[in-house]
């Protein structure tokens, strides 16, 4: 049966926080097609990964038999999320932008998971090709030709990380102009908003239907 792996990194519960409400979409219509699947979900706000330390990282370039006690210990943890994401049918990340760039919780999880010359690092890393959707929040607009344009490090990073150096299958969805409801100066945005919440949704919806199809008919 088919896995996805989930992960979401807001700080907020989903009834306050666009990028789980909108992975909640995808995931929702994934299920459906796969009933007795598995999804493996982690949640990095509520249970955050250890950012990398000295010895963690040293253990990533030195052979299993030369581990000390405690790069074994960290190294296992490091395999364990690779071994997720390379058993995974699809991948699923809510990445919602702090501070114009991805939560640090899911940056902690990037640095674990990536291996040189395993999951990053070679010709053929080993989660290549892995369809992949992000669902990148923004509280304000971000896109081509708006004059935040360059201050945006969340489909940058997350485009050259997880599609170029990792090579997965990658697609963004991205609600954007979040905070328009709740923050003055932003209410004549607040139309724009919801029209941005409602298509992710809608595309969010979509995919999920789309790669549970093809996966189902590549079975």
Do not use: C
């Not at 669902?135 to 344009?149: F, I, K, L, M, Q």
Request: hydrophobic share 45%; no cysteine; aromatic share 6%.
């Amino acid at each position: 049966m088919a896995t996805l792996l989930h992960l979401d990194s807001s700080l907020f519960p989903q009834e306050r926080s666009v990028s789980r409400d909108v992975a909640a979409s995808f995931r929702t219509a994934w299920e459906a097609e796969h009933p007795d699947g598995t999804v493996v979900h982690r949640d990095l706000a509520a249970d955050p990964l250890p950012h990398l330390d000295g010895v963690a990282a040293s253990a990533g370039f030195a052979p299993p038999e030369t581990h000390t006690p405690e790069q074994a210990a960290a190294y296992a943890l490091r395999d364990r999320l690779a071994r997720e994401l390379e058993e995974a049918d699809a991948v699923l990340i809510g990445a919602p932008m702090y501070n114009f760039t991805v939560p640090s919780t899911l940056k902690a999880w990037l640095d674990q998971v990536i291996l040189q010359g395993r999951t990053a690092g070679s010709d053929s890393p080993s989660a290549a090709g892995t369809p992949t959707v992000v669902v990148a929040s923004r509280g304000g607009g971000y896109g081509p030709g708006t004059p935040r344009e360059h201050w945006e490090f969340v489909q940058n990073y997350l485009g050259k990380v997880l599609g170029e150096a990792m090579g997965l299958e990658l697609e963004f969805v991205v609600p954007e102009l979040t905070l328009a409801p709740a923050t003055p100066g932003m209410e004549s945005l607040i139309e724009l908003a919801e029209v941005s919440r409602a298509k992710a949704h809608e595309l969010a919806e979509a995919r999920g239907k789309a790669l549970a199809a093809r996966l189902t008919a590549a079975a």
